[in-house]
């Protein structure tokens, strides 16, 4: 059996998934219920967080309208704010890997702006056991280049998907403090803004791993008191039923 990973606040809870193939896992994630989404940051970057229905931010000239969730009710808002360095945000990690998997990321974004340098990529860390940032992957690694997001006035609702993916090499796994393999959102804004902040919209994260004994880690939502008394109780139940 596979699993997917997931964190309320220290206390963990792991779903199964099935296996996409005889060699391989795939997990997808939509920032629904008011979920988090994500480990850790770099930057100047604000984790607004999940949002459903409309919402209009600016691409740093122009309004973005974003009009509903690409998949599901929600989706997820983040911020350059202030403007300035390369901010991004670790909005999943891999656990269980071995040198030479592969590691396939997709993601939609929102990009109908009308500033051409208005743009998102993946990007690939070390991360420790909390999703943290350790090191950057070996050079080299990426196996599609610095894919950016490119704009388009003809997609729907402004939701356009990119991807990259990631061959973990044994240096990468090295580190003591590591633990797995970060897969982090950059973002860009336009030189030319003239707003103090620029916004960007995310939605419908797959992750693909071509080793079906790894473990993908998802932020989930926080819950509330009455679950996590329920989580206390289930536990002492499994507790009883061991002894």
Excluded at 123 to 149: H, M, P, Q, R
Excluded at 210 to 217: H, L, P, R, T, Y
Aim: glycine share 10%; charged share 15%.
């Amino acid at each position: 059996m596979n699993f997917v990973n997931t964190t309320f606040l220290g206390v963990a809870a792991t779903l199964s998934v099935a296996a996409t193939s005889s060699a391989a896992i795939t997990a997808t994630y939509g920032w629904e219920n008011n979920a988090p989404g994500y480990f850790d940051t770099y930057g100047k970057i604000k984790v607004v967080g999940a949002k459903t229905g409309e919402f209009t931010g600016t691409d740093g000239t122009n309004p973005l309208t974003v009009t509903q969730a690409s998949e599901g009710e929600s989706y997820l808002h983040l911020q350059e704010s202030p403007i300035g360095g390369t901010p991004n945000a670790t909005v999943a990690y891999v656990t269980n890997l071995n040198a030479n998997d592969n590691i396939s990321v997709s993601v939609d974004g929102i990009d109908f702006s009308s500033t051409d340098d208005y743009r998102f990529r993946f990007w690939f860390c070390e991360v420790d056991a909390e999703g943290k940032y350790v090191d950057s992957v070996a050079s080299g690694a990426i196996e599609n280049g610095l894919i950016y997001s490119e704009g388009s006035d003809d997609i729907d609702n402004g939701w356009v998907s990119f991807s990259n993916s990631v061959t973990v090499l044994a240096s990468d796994l090295s580190n003591e403090e590591t633990v797995g393999i970060g897969i982090k959102i950059r973002i860009y804004s336009p030189a030319s803004n003239t707003e103090d902040h620029v916004d960007f919209f995310f939605d419908n994260l797959s992750v693909t791993v071509s080793n079906d004994n790894a473990v993908i880690n998802f932020p989930t939502a926080i819950p509330e008191p009455a679950s996590l008394a329920l989580l206390g109780l289930g536990g002492l139940s499994l507790l009883r039923r061991r002894k």
